[in-house]
């Protein structure tokens, strides 16, 4: 069983900063790669950036690319997403996700390959 805990959501304007962060309960010695994904009101869930179970390859909507950065650090179970250069519409709520995996190196980018799901961040870019 895995738990998943984000925080660091907020009110920025255009242009800035924010770093989100997604605390990791697990069994140990559980293998996961993660995601994190968004879901703004009236639209489905989509992919925002997802790591290997390493941390060492990472993939990225075509949206975000270039602005965020997704990282983990699995010494404090940790994973997190640099947002750059916000834009209004990355307003969204933002989920972490986990699914366990026998790979170093696979990530994954559809909803349902996910088997956790943290409670969401709001994010909220104004212009």
């Known amino acids: 069983q895995v738990q998943l805990v984000e925080s660091g959501g907020g009110l920025v304007q255009a242009g800035g900063s924010l770093r989100l962060s997604c605390a990791v309960s697990r069994r140990t010695g559980s293998r996961y790669a993660m995601g994190w994904f968004r879901q703004a009101p009236g639209k489905e869930r989509e992919f925002v950036a997802a790591?290997?179970?390493?941390?060492?390859?990472?993939y990225y909507a075509d949206s975000v690319k270039g602005r965020f950065t997704i990282s983990r650090d699995n010494t404090k179970n940790t994973l997190y997403l640099q947002m750059n250069s916000l834009k209004p519409e990355d307003t969204a709520v933002y989920y972490c996700a986990a699914r366990g995996t026998y790979s170093s190196t696979s990530y994954y980018s559809r909803v349902n390959e996910y088997d956790y799901w943290g409670q969401g961040t709001q994010v909220t870019v104004s212009s």
């Open positions: 790591t290997s179970l390493s941390g060492g390859r990472t």
